[in-house]
């Protein structure tokens, strides 16, 4: 079974920086491409990052380019997002995805909240 378990949201100040963390099991971790995606408040979903299942091919969404950078620990069989430079419209829940040729997986989320 797939599972995606996402840890490290919590409450941050404008400026800030957070390391979002997304462990995965169930599948053969090297051979999908994983990636963020978030839900601010009354919004729709929004790609953030993707990381290819091999090599360090990674594509941002332009709201991130610059400030968050998505990376992958293949021992670990976890996919991390490092945001710096954090501002309030980065509020969201941030959700991990799989893709594979048979569907998209997703973890639970976990909140970011960024405020002073």
């Known amino acids: 079974e797939v599972r995606l378990v996402e840890f490290g949201g919590g409450l941050v100040q404008p400026g800030g920086s957070m390391r979002l963390s997304c462990v995965a099991s169930g599948f053969t971790f090297s051979s999908y491409a994983m990636s963020w ?10 790609w953030v990052a993707a990381r290819a299942s091999g090599g360090s091919n990674t594509r941002y969404s332009d709201s991130v380019k610059g400030r968050f950078t998505i990376s992958r620990d293949k021992a670990n069989r976890t996919t991390y997002l490092q945001m710096s430079g954090l501002e309030p419209d980065d509020t969201a829940v941030y959700y991990c995805r799989l ?18």
């Open 99 to 116: 893709t594979t040729p048979w569907g998209d997986y997703w973890g639970q989320g976990t909140q970011v909240t960024v405020s002073s």
């Open 37 to 46: 995606v978030r839900q601010a408040p009354g919004k729709g979903l929004e």
